[in-house]
């Protein structure tokens, strides 16, 4: 089992940045999802193995950005100009595939990490 750690949530205001990180073994496609209240597991970014390649959803935008340090196993959701509608729990995954956007097509999943933006 692949164990997938996150860490970098926190309380904070609409406007302001923050920085996930999730830590895992080895080289895989890595995403991130969110889940806010009351709503569904969503999407919001991937990356490849190498990181040459990356994906964000159309809400996020211009205002996060995931990369990846492979010699730190770290990958990161830098997020800036959050909004109140930015509050999730969000989960980093680990993908054994080339690429991926689906939940299913994620083998490995952390615990999640609270972000809650205040208004």
């Known amino acids: 089992q692949v164990q997938v750690v996150e860490s970098g949530g926190g309380l904070v205001q609409a406007g302001d940045s923050l920085r996930l990180s999730c830590a895992v073994p080895g080289r895989y496609l890595m995403g991130w999802f969110r889940q806010a209240p009351g709503n569904e597991r969503e999407f919001v970014a991937c990356i490849s193995q190498m990181g040459e390649s990356t994906y964000n959803v159309d809400s996020v935008k211009g205002r996060f950005t995931i990369s990846r340090d492979n010699a730190k196993n770290t990958v990161y959701l830098q997020m800036s100009s959050l909004k109140p509608e930015d509050t999730a729990i969000y989960y980093c995954?680990?993908?054994?595939?080339?690429?991926?956007?689906?939940?299913?097509?994620?083998?490995?999943w952390g615990q999640g990490t609270q972000v809650i933006v205040s208004s």
């Open positions: 995954a680990a993908s054994r595939m080339s690429w991926a956007i689906l939940e299913g097509e994620y083998d490995y």
